[in-house]
Every structure is written in structure tokens, then in C-alpha cells.
């Protein structure tokens, strides 16, 4: 990177933030096409639409994840990258989306089967060439990533998003059928690769001359991938074998949404601490109190998202679903409250890769899927979806703590202190609840635009009272470095000078 270690924790800290950022803002307007295009498939299509294409998709997830290669973190990871590099790079990802390919189509049958349902063959042979697509995109972008410069990534993906609403849309109003969702899957990496070459511009070229540096990473990222892929798609695939597509469906959609504040906030805060974490590797103590500054940071921001999620849910889904989704109400309920136990430890996989342990990641895995899948067998099978949101709670926060435990390992940090530097976010947390919880009567008898400014004011009022908390405990807590200096710091003194400015000015004139 351009920027020197010794540049200062405030100067890389300012260049983290402007970049996530800048990944938050182009994240919040794709999941903001994904969202409307939702909205628009969900009145043109019914839930069991939803739910037969979630089971087809299980395969081409789980496989697709199984065969994950961590190309980009290895590049992001190095100091110096060459033509070289970014040959070997594209070309296994090439390999990569081809195998993936062919995996999955060999699996069509087998997998109809288990399924009784003959309908998934063809899906899934239709389906299966949107990963192999995935991988022909412009590996030319992780230049620019090296460098936390995201705005050409963005740019791809905003293109990439909104052909792909159009083309599900178009074709739902044709098709009126679950098709109308798989012309949606094949059509985003199609428009992507146009996107990452015109933005990226690249030559490919087939090599494996850089092969080793690769191949180091792959025993334990591979392991690792396969166990996330279990443990990301075991209650789909569990669930769809007990109950209907309907219910599937349902519970589909709820995981969907709950996923947003995770897709749209929590991953373009993770994203640039790779590059950060790898710049300051050798220095164990600013790594460790950079690791807990972000972890806090991250929490921050996604707790009250996924608290209000869970509280305004009901009025939420009425309002943009309409009356055949209200099913979904608890189950997203519940949903956005097994995500926060995550959030403490979202920095964990950056700081493995940019310490050359990814053995931590398979460790992470491997604690997540021990809790997770037998209580997802016992639950299904026993409870339906009530049971599977059960194991998932109780798995999220078992395997937090267990990998905190890691972290202290990894880098010295206890798990008090990573409980402790997060007391200012569950204090303000504390106080968005009981905002929302108060004011959530009001919306009872609201309708249309009345319930959608209603769900804006009450979700507003609660933010202000958990951004007053947050800012009024920091204060009296000395005003510590964390998020809360760095929104000071590029917030409000940013303001104020621009607001002083002209008036200055004006008493110098």
C-alpha cells in the first residue's frame, strides 16, 4: 500500500473508515435494488415459489461454498503483486467456476431424488452455470482493494444489481413462476463480468506460475469452506426434507431479510481490515487494541439495526409483503436476534488471514458446526422452523465465546476485555429497546404511507436515543479512541468547520 506503517493509527484509522464508508453507502443502495426487487417478486410469486428454489439453490450454495479459494485475501494479504500473480489468480478461478459447474450438475439427479421432486434436475442444470460464471470476472479489482479504493467494485456492483432486477422482474411478469427468480440468479454474474472488465480492465491469460502461493492457503481454507458451507445452508436443507415448500419458503424469505444489516453494514466494515490488520502484523499490541476497536465498531453499528429489525418486524413485513407473508413476522423476529452474538467476533476471519493462521478459520468452523448441526437435526425434525431459529440461537452464541476464546490465543486479548470495550454499545442498545418497545403501539392502526412514515419516525427516534447514549457515555468515559471518535472526528468537527468557515469569513471582511 501507498500509506507507510508508521503513518500514524489515526491517519490508517481515517483511510479505514472512508473506505468502509464508502462500501456502506454502495452496499445499502444494492440491498436496496435486492430489496425492491423482493418486494416486487414477492406480490407477483407466492411463497412456494420462493420454496423450491430455495432447495435448488442449498446445492448450488453449499457447493459453490465448499469450493471456495480465498483468491482475493491472498492477494489483499501480500505486500507486492505482479501480472503474474493476477494470471495465476484468474485462472484459478476459472477452474474453479468450471469444477463447480460440473459438480453440480452431476449432483441434479441424486439430489431431485432425495427430494422427490423431479423439477429440481432441470433447475439445478440451469442453475449450476451461474457459478461457473462467477468465476470469469476481472481479477484486475483487487488492485484498487490493495489500496481501500472500492469505488469501481461498487460501481460493478451497482450495474450488476440493477440488470438483475430488471431481468428477474421482466421475467416474473412474463413467466409468473419460480423461473422468474432462476433468470435473476444466472443473469447477475453475467452482467458482472461486463461490469469488473469495463471498470477493471484486464487480459486474460491462462497460468499457474504463481500456483504456490496459493496452494498454502488451500488444505485449511478448503476445510474451513466446506464446514461454513454445512453450517450456512444445514437448516435449509434440513428443514426442506420436514417440512412443506410453503414453510420453506417463509422461512427463506425472514433469513433473507435478516441477512440485509449483515450484507449491507457488517461486511463493508469488515471488508478493508484484511489490508489493515496485515499492515500492522508485526505490531501485537496495536493489533490487538485495532482488533477490539473494530470488533466494537462493528457491533455497534449492526446491534441496533438487527434490534430494530426484531421489534418493528411486524409492522415491516405488513407493510412491505403484504398479508400472505405475515407468517415470516416471528421467524424474522428471532432471525435478527441470533445475528448479533456474531458481531463480536466479525473481525476474527481478517485477523487470521493477515497473520498467515488460516487454521484459525477451519478452528472457527469446526466450533460453529459442533453446536449447530446436531441441534438443527433435533429441532427441525422435532419443532419445524421454531426448532431450527432455537439451534441457531443457541449456536450463535456458543460458538461466539468459543471464539474468543481464539482471539485471546491468536493475539494476547482476553475474552473480559472484548466483553468489556463493547458496555457503551449494550448500554445505548439498552435504550433503542425501550424506545421502540414504547412507541411500537402507535403503528398498531397505520396503513400504507401513514405506516411507512410511522415505522421511519418511531425507527429514527430510537436511533437518536441510542446515538445520544453512545455519545454521552463516551464522554464520560474520557472520550476513547473507537467509533465513536472516528464519527466525531469526520462528522461533526467536519461540519463545524464548514459551518464556521463562512462566518469567519464574514468578521475578517
Not at 47 to 68: C, W
Not at 245 to 269: F, H, T, W
Not at 378 to 394: K, L, N, Q, T
Request: hydrophobic fraction near 55%; include cysteine; charge should be positive.
Amino acid at each position: 500500500m501507498s500509506e507507510p506503517v508508521q503513518a500514524g493509527g489515526e491517519a490508517l484509522g481515517g483511510r479505514t473508515a472512508g473506505s468502509a464508508a464508502w462500501l456502506i453507502g454502495g452496499r445499502l443502495f444494492t440491498k436496496f435494488v435486492e430489496f425492491l426487487s423482493l418486494l416486487v417478486l414477492a406480490q407477483l410469486l407466492t411463497p412456494e415459489d420462493f420454496g423450491v428454489i430455495a432447495i435448488a439453490m442449498t446445492l448450488v450454495t453449499i457447493v459453490e461454498a465448499v469450493f471456495e479459494l480465498p483468491i482475493t485475501q491472498v492477494l489483499i494479504a501480500r505486500r507486492a503483486i505482479s501480472q503474474r500473480h493476477l494470471d495465476t489468480a484468474f485462472t484459478l478461478s476459472a477452474l474453479r467456476g468450471g469444477a463447480l459447474t460440473l459438480v453440480i450438475w452431476a449432483s441434479a439427479v441424486p439430489f431431485a431424488h432425495f427430494y422427490r421432486n423431479d423439477t429440481l434436475v432441470w433447475m439445478i442444470l440451469a442453475l449450476g452455470v451461474a457459478p461457473g460464471l462467477r468465476g470469469m470476472g476481472s481479477p484486475g479489482l483487487v488492485l484498487y482493494a490493495r489500496e481501500l479504493k472500492y469505488r469501481r467494485e461498487i460501481a460493478a456492483e451497482l450495474v450488476c444489481k440493477t440488470g438483475s432486477l430488471v431481468c428477474s422482474v421482466a421475467a416474473a411478469w412474463w413467466l409468473r413462476d419460480y423461473r422468474a427468480l432462476m433468470v435473476g440468479i444466472v443473469a447477475t454474474p453475467t452482467i458482472w463480468i461486463l461490469a469488473s472488465y469495463a471498470l477493471a480492465p484486464y487480459r486474460p491469460r491462462l497460468s499457474l506460475a504463481e500456483w504456490p502461493l496459493f496452494a498454502d492457503f488451500l488444505g485449511w481454507t478448503t476445510g474451513a469452506q466446506l464446514l461454513a458451507a454445512i453450517n450456512w445452508q444445514c437448516d435449509r436443507l434440513i428443514l426442506g426434507r420436514f417440512v412443506s415448500p410453503a414453510q420453506l419458503g417463509i422461512y427463506s424469505v425472514a433469513n433473507d431479510l435478516s441477512y440485509v444489516p449483515e450484507q449491507a453494514l457488517i461486511r463493508p466494515i469488515v471488508r478493508p481490515l484484511l489490508s489493515v490488520f496485515a499492515l500492522i502484523a508485526d505490531q501485537r499490541a496495536r493489533l490487538a487494541t485495532a482488533y477490539v476497536q473494530a470488533s466494537n465498531a462493528v457491533l455497534a453499528i449492526g446491534a441496533p439495526v438487527l434490534l430494530g429489525l426484531c421489534l418493528l418486524a411486524q409492522p415491516a413485513v405488513a407493510l412491505a409483503l403484504g398479508d400472505k407473508w405475515l407468517g415470516a413476522i416471528p421467524v424474522l423476529q428471532w432471525l435478527s436476534l441470533t445475528l448479533i452474538p456474531p458481531l463480536l467476533t466479525a473481525p476474527y476471519s481478517s485477523l487470521a488471514m493477515a497473520l498467515n493462521r488460516p487454521q484459525g478459520l477451519l478452528g472457527q468452523r469446526a466450533a460453529e458446526l459442533v453446536f449447530k448441526v446436531p441441534l438443527m437435526v433435533v429441532g427441525a425434525v422435532w419443532y419445524g422452523i421454531e426448532g431450527a431459529v432455537g439451534a441457531r440461537a443457541i449456536s450463535a452464541l456458543s460458538t461466539a465465546l468459543i471464539v474468543m476464546v481464539m482471539t485471546r490465543r491468536l493475539i494476547g486479548v482476553s475474552v473480559w476485555r472484548q466483553l468489556v470495550a463493547t458496555w457503551r454499545t449494550v448500554l445505548a442498545s439498552g435504550g433503542l429497546v425501550a424506545v421502540l418497545y414504547a412507541l411500537r403501539p402507535l403503528l398498531a392502526d397505520l396503513a400504507g404511507l401513514e405506516l411507512a412514515l410511522g415505522i421511519g419516525l418511531v425507527a429514527g427516534l430510537g436511533m437518536a436515543v441510542y446515538g445520544l447514549i453512545l455519545a454521552l457515555t463516551w464522554h464520560q468515559a474520557g472520550r476513547p479512541a473507537g467509533i465513536e471518535s472516528m464519527a466525531y472526528d469526520r462528522v461533526f468537527v467536519r461540519v463545524f468547520e464548514r459551518l464556521r468557515g463562512p462566518r469567519a469569513e464574514q468578521r475578517s471582511a
